[in-house]
């Protein structure tokens, strides 16, 4: 691996002799790694994330970069060559080994390898050449829809890079350069593996089919290829000997009694190993290892018999229907080639925890590292992989073009088609919507020839066990069609109109009427594959983030870190949720409280709809900055209350109410586990003061999989008024206890606030125990701690007047004292 390296910029074409020349000004950098990061960390440029920082940087991206090393030539034997691997160069590439002309990369997303057999020496430069990404698009024209797009001044589509580096409604301008992935010196022997495949073809009750596939460089006749399967727990369970014909070898064979590779929710996310050795007589000649899970995905979209003229659109694992309950991820930061297995693993465990068992790798920003797949196969979350093409018309001509990205469709489908976790393969996002909401709706999309033809035709050949969908949303007579396919639902935030069947019904309305949350109940979708409203990040975040000077409602600082626009559009939600804030810990609070407040609603509605329904994923998990977005957690770790309320929502046994118009009221359990559930449930209707109105014990009975009303009550009973809720808890914790209003939370009428007692107790130097007593009802009651890294049993709950709740309060990287726990309500 080579690692240390130095970078420098220079005017655009810089001779590279010169450039080998040049001692001076030399920034230490890392590879992978990233050019804002290092300059930043060497003095040169402000912290990127800082306050207005953004437009400090705007240089960096329109200088020729050079990246350069020197590395001493490994040994090799006869026969053996010397190949260098580029895993990912960020963009524009021309690569240089001492004064000659390697090659160039002209794709983010793909690899590029060098035989340099012969042409090393005892000491070798290596420089890399890294031209504006503007300077080659410079002459070519825009592709775009409209002619106020930002696209037609960036021309992003025409470069295969991560599109969000040139902005997006959550994220700053700061398009990367550099070297983002490994750079590998290799030996590579006479033969090798060059690729080793295992599928799941099928899972029966003798056992399950699997499939081992290897691809081997080297033609030798003595070749042979090894393959052991161990079990999770340490067990050979198959060994087998594959002879090598034409560089390939194959083998089928039956695990009796296999364990299944699961969503954490409904099992085990079990891995069995897989050793390849490839053998050339008695010597083996390279090995590979890979962890592997045994499971079957599917989607089944036959006609749904309960809802005339849809058709389902839900996953099947391992011949199981599920709810894929989860979240759409960005990129965890804008500098993707600075990221660490750690800055996955806090996220993808949140995930998780937050009782997700889908994530979405939206379309606009990178293929994720490896890290990202090899945490969703050990922690049992399935992975929706959006191919890299975003909010855009992309070219379709040009030969070379085409084959750029018809290499990176082959060379990432073969990268990831081994991980357990990956559940589908998708297009795009956005872009045949996009087309859709054209005044010519029906003009061919430029693009295409990607999502119907090739992308399709290669997942066919090289991943055919993975489904293959051609866009988010897509499917039905409209890409966003309610009928059919998935849907992203923007009727809430941006006000864009549903679309029941073929065309979308009435037009874009931002009043506070026509984005209220509660809107989401007239969404009768398949899969609802975005959704969601913006929140601020932690007030701790803030005050990292901005100097004391801009600590203030509506500061200029704060306001660049909104990206949408207009940037006051949360006030048409928050009017009508919390009322408008005066000062910026209200703004904190208020908009932490509608966005969680209107994901709960949301997720209840698309739940109790199951199996109509059967995917729920909300817009948008995590952030690649510190700044207001639709993410529940924010850049520096902090859980937005969203992150908590999406949690109890997403339990994989849920309670909730449905409120019908006249004010009748249903209790609905939705069950998505593989087994019954039986409760004995207590409901109440109690007054905020502390008062009980009545109280009511029901034993319900859910089968697996299933979500019903299992009790109603007429609005005579519930007899709402702002001065009341509606309860329900299991007896023995079989479901998150859950409540409904009926007012807005700023109309609640609640009596004068008395603070909750509150008792913390030290576990030991890292955990903490905080006991909370309502003694009235205490609405969003929360622990703080200033430290992202901190992790909370539960947070942002309600307690009725008298409850208690033991909150436990864990940071695994610092240790906490009393004075760093605060206790708030609202
Ligand atoms: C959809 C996404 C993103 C965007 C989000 C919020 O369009 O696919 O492009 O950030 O909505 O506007």
Redesign the pocket.
């Known amino acids: 691996m080579l690692t240390d390296w130095e970078l420098k910029d220079f005017d655009v074409g810089a001779d590279p002799a010169h450039v080998a020349a040049d001692r001076e000004g030399w920034v230490a950098a890392h590879a992978p790694g990233d050019t804002y990061v290092a300059l930043h960390k060497a003095g040169r440029l402000p912290d990127p994330f800082g306050d207005r920082a953004e437009k400090d940087c705007a240089w960096v991206i329109d200088r020729e970069w050079w990246w350069r090393t020197s590395f001493a030539a490994p040994p090799v034997a006869k026969g053996e060559k010397q190949i260098l691997i580029f895993h990912g160069l960020d963009t524009f590439a021309e690569i240089w080994l001492d004064g000659e002309k390697l090659g160039i990369s002209d794709n983010m997303f793909v690899a590029r390898e060098f035989d340099v057999t012969g042409r090393l020496h005892a000491h070798n430069m290596l420089s890399i050449r890294f031209t504006p990404p503007a300077v080659i698009v410079a002459d070519k024209e825009p592709l775009v829809w409209g002619a106020t797009e930002n696209t037609a001044k960036t021309k992003r589509n025409l470069v295969r890079k991560a599109q969000f580096g040139w902005g997006?409604?959550?994220g700053p301008k700061l398009p990367t350069v550099g070297i983002w992935k490994p750079v590998e010196l290799h030996v590579r022997k006479k033969a090798s593996l060059a690729d080793v495949k295992f599928t799941t073809l099928s899972i029966g009750r003798d056992g399950a089919r699997v499939q081992i596939g290897a691809h081997v460089r080297g033609h030798e006749p003595s070749l042979k290829v090894d393959a052991t399967l161990t079990d999770p727990d340490g067990r050979e369970v198959a060994a087998r000997t594959l002879t090598v014909a034409d560089g390939r070898a194959s083998v089928e064979f039956t695990v009796a009694e296999p364990q299944l590779w699961w969503t954490h929710d409904l099992g085990k996310p079990a891995l069995y190993t897989l050793d390849v050795a490839l053998r050339d007589g008695g010597a083996i000649v390279d090995t590979h290892e890979l962890k592997l899970g045994i499971r079957t995905i599917a989607i089944d979209q036959s006609p749904d018999p309960d809802e005339p003229g849809t058709t389902f659109f839900r996953f099947v694992l391992n011949g199981v229907p599920i709810f894929a309950r989860g979240a759409c991820w960005i990129p965890a930061s804008s500098f993707v080639g600075a990221l660490t297995k750690e800055d996955y693993r806090w996220q993808i465990e949140d995930a998780a925890a937050g009782n997700m068992n889908m994530l979405r790798i939206?379309g606009?920003g990178i293929y994720e590292h490896d890290a990202f797949y090899e945490l969703c196969d050990q922690l049992g979350v399935l992975v929706w992989q959006d191919f890299m093409f975003?909010?855009a018309r992309y070219p379709e001509e040009g030969a070379h073009f085409i084959a750029s990205v018809d290499e990176e469709v082959r060379y990432q489908i073969k990268r990831l088609r081994n991980h357990p976790s990956l559940a589908l393969w998708c297009g795009n996002?956005?872009n045949q919507m996009i087309q859709a909401f054209q005044p010519n709706f029906d003009a061919p999309l430029s693009g295409d020839l990607y999502y119907e033809k090739m992308m399709p035709e290669a997942v066919a050949e090289l991943d055919p066990a993975t489904p293959y969908w051609p866009g988010s949303p897509y499917g039905g007579p409209h890409p966003n069609s309610m009928r059919a396919g998935d849907v992203?639902d923007?009727t809430v935030w941006?006000g864009i109109p549903l679309v029941p069947d073929d065309r979308p019904v009435g037009r874009q309305d931002r009043s506070p009427e026509g984005i209220a949350f509660t809107r989401y109940a007239e969404d009768v979708a398949r899969f609802v594959s975005?959704y969601g409203l913006h929140a601020s990040p932690a007030l701790e975040t803030l005050k990292r983030s901005l100097p004391e000077d801009q600590l203030y409602y509506r500061s200029p600082g704060m306001e660049n870190r909104i990206k949408?626009n207009p940037k006051d559009k949360v006030n048409a939600l928050l009017t009508t949720v919390t009322g408008l804030p005066t000062n910026l810990q209200e703004y904190v609070d208020f908009t932490q409280i509608t966005q969680a407040e209107g994901l709960k609603f949301g997720i209840e509605h698309f739940r109790r709809r199951m199996p109509h329904c059967s995917g729920s994923l909300i817009?948008?998990l995590n952030d690649c900055w510190p700044c207001v977005s639709?993410s529940v957690i924010d850049y520096n770790g902090f859980a937005k209350a969203g992150y908590f309320y999406v949690r109890r929502a997403y339990a994989p046994v849920l309670a909730s109410f449905k409120t019908l118009t006249g004010g009748d009221t249903e209790l609905w359990v939705t069950n998505e586990t593989r087994h019954d559930v039986s409760a004995e449930v207590e409901i109440e209707l109690g007054t905020f003061g502390g008062g009980q109105i009545w109280r009511e014990r029901v034993a319900v009975h859910v089968p697996a999989n299933t979500s019903k009303s299992v009790w109603q009550a007429d609005a005579a009973k519930i007899a709402s008024a702002a001065d009341r809720y509606l309860y329900v808890r299991a007896a023995d914790g079989a479901f998150p206890d859950n409540r409904v209003f009926f007012a807005a939370i700023k109309d609640l009428a609640r009596p004068q606030r008395t603070e909750p007692k509150v008792e913390i107790v030290q576990k030991n130097a890292h955990e903490w125990s905080v006991s909370i007593t309502a003694r009235e009802y205490l609405y969003f009651a929360h622990v703080l701690v200033p430290y992202g890294a901190t992790r909370f049993s539960d947070n942002y709950f309600d307690l009725r007047p008298g409850d208690t709740r033991v909150v436990t309060v864990r940071n695994r990287e610092r240790a906490l004292t009393a004075a760093d726990i605060t206790v708030r309500s609202c």
Request: hydrophobic fraction near 40%; charged fraction near 25%.
């Open positions: 997006w409604d959550w939206w606009g975003a909010c996002n956005e992203h923007w941006h975005e949408d817009w948008q639709w």
